[in-house]
């Protein structure tokens, strides 16, 4: 008995895990898919229409950041120069 109790609790726990993650999951991978055709095509009004106005780049060192401002004029300078 104490197994099945068990197992139940584990199977509860794992179906709570990943309901309704479902629309908002789709809805975060749909906006990176058209982030991502938004580089590939180089659409640079595309892409600064995605990324969010308090948007902040770091890396690779510490230190090093951009904001939405700096993000977008560093790929369209790069789309246009080195494509």
């Given amino acids: ?3 099945l109790i068990a197992l139940f609790a584990i199977s ?3 179906i709570s ?3 309704g993650t479902g629309s908002k999951e789709k809805e975060h ?3 990176a ?3 991502i055709d938004a580089v590939e095509s180089k659409n640079v009004s595309a892409m600064d229409s995605l ?3 308090n948007y902040v780049g770091h890396g690779p060192s ?3 950041s951009v904001n939405k ?3 977008v004029e560093s790929f369209a300078s790069n789309a246009e120069n080195l494509y």
């Fill in 29 to 31: 991978l749909a906006i």
């Fill in 62 to 64: 510490v230190g090093d």
């Fill in 17 to 19: 895990c990943s309901a």
């Fill in 33 to 35: 898919k058209k982030f």
């Fill in 1 to 3: 008995m104490k197994q």
């Fill in 12 to 14: 509860i726990g794992l």
């Fill in 51 to 53: 990324l969010a106005e």
């Fill in 69 to 71: 401002k700096e993000a």
